[in-house]
């Protein structure tokens, strides 16, 4: 009996781990009649597949005033208004899987070259603009939590390692000054998930795991300002953040500095191809790993291995997963870095790689 007990102890000791992706363009495949198939080619119905898989959360982007966007933003898939969003978290909750929720604070995409301050609120003054992060935090989870989809994880902000609602909240990640400013937004917007979600968990997201000077100049900034937050998010990416070896030694630096925050890799993706893609050619982006599905695959198997010698590292997400354009066209060019083939909506080796 005692055996037994220490047993169960231990394992309840142990962190949940949250394996998904980001797969807040799935509403608009489906509107498309898009397939998607598993390796040998049956046709799945995503949601409750990916569960059978052993995922068990998906995030889903929220942008203030999406119709704002430029329509190349559009084009590469920017249209998650809150409407359009309580819509999918009710496929992810019947499906069986929680919700991590994205606020990116902006009418488009929000990520270190680009956190544009929402139409609505350009002309307010600093404190105004705080006051509006709070009451659009606040009404945004009021509406989910009304719906039946309270999300179990909220990010305040996306990619904000430059700061967030520029140029009134915008700063070096490297310095102290601006920082002020950036945890007075982040404040308010914690402040209303906990009077809303109390039982939520809080993730403030950055983007620099291959620098870990700025990592931790960024996590100490907002430590020295009392923000009130849970988990610390980042994004890892070989093609911009160095070697995988270079993120486990940023996770223990980090564990050493913040022992009391949980890590989660709350974005990543490689490459497989680079066929219609406007951004890159040929093979850009293969220092570490070959531009080809065997070398996506390989870099899953790398991470993956990192990640749990990491108790701390409790979830890790595919950033855009559900990329498949084998049925109509959905977004302008192809990103190629899903776990579904654009020829055949298959899925990808490295998709049977990523689990915990």
């Known amino acids: 009996m005692m055996l037994l007990m220490v047993m169960t102890m231990t394992v309840n000791a142990q962190p949940k781990k949250y394996l998904g992706g980001d797969i807040s363009m799935l509403p608009s495949y489906q509107e498309k009649g898009t397939v998607y198939r598993d390796d040998e080619g049956k ?19 929220l942008f203030v005033e999406p119709e704002n966007a430029p329509q190349a933003n559009k084009d590469e898939g920017v249209c998650q208004d809150l409407n359009y969003v309580i819509g999918l978290c009710q496929q992810i909750k019947k499906a069986g899987m929680q919700v991590m929720l994205d606020f990116h604070y902006s009418d488009t995409w929000a990520d270190p070259a680009k956190q544009f301050t929402p139409k609505r609120w350009k002309e307010c003054s600093p404190q105004a603009m705080t006051d509006s992060v709070y009451a659009y935090t606040r009404a945004s989870l009021i509406a989910l939590k009304k719906a039946g989809v309270t999300p179990e994880l909220i990010q305040v902000g ?78 890892y990416y070989p093609m911009w953040h ?58 899953t198997v790398e991470l993956m291995e990192e990640l749990r ?34 020829h055949t909506g298959r899925a990808m080796p490295a998709f049977y790689e990523f689990r915990w």
């Open 158 to 235: 996306n990619e904000i390692t430059n700061g967030m609602l520029w140029p009134t909240g915008k700063l070096d990640p490297s310095k102290a000054e601006g920082f002020n400013t950036l945890c007075q937004f982040l404040k308010a917007g914690c402040k209303a998930c906990r009077e809303v979600c109390p039982l939520s968990q809080i993730i403030i997201h950055t983007e620099k795991a291959g620098d870990w000077d700025i990592t931790r100049n960024y996590y100490q900034q907002l430590r020295n300002r009392q923000v009130d937050y849970d988990i610390i998010g980042l994004s």
């Open 242 to 299: 160095k070697s995988i070896p270079n993120l486990g030694q940023t996770i223990k630096n980090l564990s050493r500095l913040f022992p009391e925050k949980p890590i989660m890799i709350v974005e990543t993706a490689a490459y497989y191809s680079h066929e219609n893609d406007p951004w890159a050619k040929e093979d850009t982006y293969a220092e570490f790993y070959p531009i080809s599905v065997e070398g996506q695959r390989q870099f």
């Open 309 to 342: 010698k990491h108790q701390n590292v409790t979830g890790v997400f595919w950033w855009f997963p559900e990329e498949n354009a084998s049925g109509s066209e959905v977004t302008k060019g192809w990103l190629n870095r899903g776990l579904f083939d654009n």
């Open 43 to 61: 046709a799945v119905e995503l949601l409750p597949w990916l569960k059978q898989q052993g995922w068990n959360m998906i995030r889903v982007r």
